[in-house]
Every structure is written in C-alpha cells, then in structure tokens.
C-alpha cells in the first residue's frame, strides 16, 4: 500500500479527541474511512474545510495499521441547506447509514463501477 494517496469524498462525521486532534469519518467512491487530523499539523483554515457535509479532495498519510493522518484538505463545494434544523437530523442519519453501508472499502474495487 503507497503511504500518500490522494482522494475525495464527503465528510460524515467529525470528533474532536482529548488531545486536539480530530478523528473525521468519510464516505468516498471506494467506500468508507476514518482519518485523524493532528492538530500540530493543521494550518489556520483546515478545519473550516473539514465540517460536515463538505465534498472535500485530501491527502493521507497511512503508515502502517493504524489510522492514516489527513495532511492536506481542499473543499470542492458543499451540501447547502443540511445544516439547518429541520434538515440536519435526517442529513446526519442518512451519512450514518452511507458510512455503515458502504464500509471500509479502499482495498477492494471502485463502488461507482
């Protein structure tokens, strides 16, 4: 497995952890996948990029077993409208059951195929 590749996808989830960092769940065209963004490595405005529902491209760094580390963020656009009320628990139910379905998929083959 290469240590950096390059993907894209949405982002479904995002929890901060004790220790700054923050643990991001993403539903890509090959399936699902947990990254962590350390928050030594995080320049001003990544976060931002990073918030729910945004269609982002993003470099990992996977070494090892462990959970690769997102080391660049680029928003490609947005979900408009899912962070209102009235729309965000269905939003925030309907990425909970891509993520679980799709699960974690990056070694086999494409799903848009």
Not at 74 to 79: I, K, N, Q, T, V
Not at 90 to 109: C, I, K, Q, S, V
Request: proline residues 5%.
């Amino acid at each position: 497995m290469e240590r950096y590749r390059l993907e894209e996808g949405i982002v479904v989830g995002r929890k901060p952890l004790p220790q700054g960092d923050l643990l991001l769940r993403l539903v890509t065209p090959k399936g699902s996948l947990e990254a962590v963004v350390r928050k030594g490595q995080r320049p001003t405005g990544r976060t931002g990029r990073l918030s729910l529902f945004h269609h982002v491209r993003f470099q990992l760094y996977a070494k090892g077993e462990g959970l690769p580390t997102l080391t660049q963020a680029e928003l490609l656009g947005r979900l408009h409208g899912l962070e209102a009320p009235r729309r965000f628990l269905l939003a925030a139910f309907l990425a909970e059951l891509a993520y679980r379905l799709t699960g974690n998929r990056h070694d086999a083959e494409d799903l848009t195929q």
